[in-house]
């Protein structure tokens, strides 16, 4: 199983994002109907312009990436907060890692990504 990472994870494999944030496309949730046809995404099967198929794309790609890299940072957050030692029920990183299906290295990376985070 692969282990989630966030934009401040990949900084070595992938350059960085330009200065100007670009507004991703709204994610609306697909109907049961649309579920059940495994050839149906997002409507991108009905364009017939591959100009309108390339933009729609785009914008899809761009919201799943921040919405997966907005994800993470709360996967964080609550992973700093379960292993917070002032929390008389607090988590070692061994049950974070089991948890959340990571390794405990990963786990403890989460935590201090998260407690930086927190910090801002």
Do not use: C, N
């Amino acid at each position: 199983m692969s282990e989630p990472q966030s934009a401040h994870d990949r900084r070595d494999a992938v350059p960085p994002a330009p200065a100007r944030r670009l507004r991703p496309a709204e994610l609306l949730f697909e109907p049961a109907q649309a579920l059940a046809d495994e050839e149906h995404f997002f409507d991108l099967e009905s364009l017939d312009d591959p100009r309108q198929l390339l933009a729609r794309s785009t914008e899809l790609a761009l919201a799943f990436r921040a919405a997966a890299d907005r994800a993470t940072e709360y996967q964080a957050i609550a992973a700093a907060q379960l292993a917070d030692p002032r929390r008389f029920d607090r988590l070692t990183y061994a049950a974070i890692a089991e948890q959340s299906g990571w390794t405990e290295d990963y786990a403890k990376k989460m935590v201090e990504f998260g407690t930086r985070l927190q910090e801002r």
